[in-house]
């Protein structure tokens, strides 16, 4: 890890997720031979009676008809879980980080949806994973056997072994860090919304962003913006100073990454993500993703919400129906204008007023939206008569 000489955590304490377990796992070994167990269970009952596989990690939906992704998906879960212990403990080691006011408990246990198998490029090595902890102390075993190499002028360096890789460095260590431009590799992530970072000064910066303005002390000349440090400052600056122009349109990014997203998906006809099923291809592997599931012959997934029969072949439409009909600005639609009890869905708020209340009425009650957002009860459609049993 970039910083293990100033930050070594002591015995991990490693939850498992998978539905209502209660096991914590002491290492990654354990946590990780745990859930090959959980693994190994539910495809001995699943294989018997259906091809789909669903995640039963707390908070997740991902869904694949394919039992080397699920298996490759839930255990990004446990090394998901080991970067928020290592992101804990660093939090709780500096009492002047704020906490991270993006906590959702749905979605600190989000991770990324690819599911490909983890494949190490380094020359003359074919080794494939479908555990990342494995897989990242893999490449560190060909940093830690990497020899230094004598150039021309006398120097010694550590040379980079990667697929059309010609990188060269001063230090072992060096080598490593450059090694995860690679992999992709992250070293620890926020346990309040899960994000994952790739340094811990981009987790610091992450968590400082979270301050009330009228403590971030460092203010652009340019705009007024507040920043609570020097360094999130600087980085802010690049967008008043540093400008990449594309060569295809008048557009200009604020850095070179940008910049080729933009020309991938506004200039470039390249499609690299090919669907296996038919013969669309897409740009990123997100699109494919949703193009896939709506092959699915049979409606996957089902709303949550009580009373609610909404069901759909992808899990993007599943989403907007949720985002459509069941919240508002991200909050419930519906109050109760007696208690102030809020509802997710109007036949959940005219149960409530039925048993709770006790509305006696055999026509649909109506809702109207208040000032607040709000909708509530607003009689009964048809005329209908409401009367309260006392």
């Given at each position: 890890m970039a910083f293990r000489k100033k930050f070594?955590?002591?015995?991990?304490?490693?939850?498992?997720?998978?539905?209502?377990?209660?096991f914590v796992g002491k290492c990654m070994e354990e946590l990780c031979n745990h859930i090959a167990e959980h693994l190994q269970e539910y495809m001995c009952c699943l294989l018997k009676e259906t091809a789909q596989f669903q995640c039963h990690w707390r908070g997740c939906e991902f869904l694949t008809t394919n039992a080397k992704e699920i298996a490759s998906h839930v255990n990004f879960h446990s090394y998901h879980t080991k970067l928020k212990f290592i992101g804990a403990q660093l939090r709780a080691s500096d009492q002047d980080l704020p906490e991270c006011s993006q906590k959702n408990t749905r979605d600190q246990n989000k991770i990324p949806e690819s599911t490909e198998i983890l494949a190490c490029f380094w020359e003359q090595c074919d080794a494939t994973f479908d555990n990342p902890e494995w897989f990242y102390r893999h490449i560190a075993i060909h940093a830690h056997c990497t020899e230094k190499e004598s150039l021309r002028n006398s120097k010694k360096t550590f040379s980079c072994y990667w697929k059309d890789c010609t990188g060269t460095f001063?230090?072992?260590?060096?080598?490593?860090?450059?090694?995860?431009?690679?992999?992709?590799?992250?070293v620890l992530a926020c346990p309040s919304c899960g994000q994952m970072f790739s340094s811990k000064s981009s987790f610091l910066d992450h968590s400082r962003r979270q301050l009330p303005e009228h403590q971030q002390l460092f203010v652009c000349q340019n705009c007024s913006k507040h920043f609570a440090s020097k360094r999130l400052l600087q980085s802010h600056m690049?967008?008043?100073?540093?400008?990449?122009?594309?060569?295809?349109?008048?557009?200009?990014?604020?850095?070179?990454?940008?910049?080729?997203?933009h020309i991938r998906f506004r200039h470039s006809d390249e499609r690299p993500f090919c669907c296996k099923t038919c013969s669309k291809s897409f740009k990123s592997t997100c699109d494919l993703h949703k193009h896939v599931e709506?092959?699915?012959?049979?409606a996957l997934y089902c709303c949550e919400v009580e009373g609610c029969l909404?069901?759909?072949?992808?899990?993007?439409?599943?989403?907007?129906?949720?985002?459509?009909?069941?919240?508002?600005n991200g909050i419930l639609k519906y109050r109760c204008h007696i208690c102030q009890k809020c509802f997710s869905w109007c036949y959940t708020l005219t149960l409530h007023l039925r048993k709770v209340h006790k509305f006696i009425c055999n026509s649909r009650f109506r809702y109207k939206e208040d000032d607040d957002g709000y909708l509530r009860f607003n009689g009964a459609m048809h005329d209908g008569v409401v009367m309260l049993q006392h």
């Open positions: 070594k955590p002591p015995e991990m304490a490693l939850p498992c997720e998978w539905e209502e377990c209660l001063q230090g072992r260590y060096k080598l490593w860090n450059h090694l995860r431009t690679h992999t992709g590799e992250k690049r967008i008043h100073v540093f400008r990449v122009a594309c060569s295809y349109c008048d557009l200009s990014c604020t850095s070179i990454s940008s910049l080729k997203v709506t092959h699915n012959s049979l909404f069901t759909s072949r992808t899990l993007h439409n599943l989403r907007q129906h949720n985002k459509r009909i069941h919240k508002k």
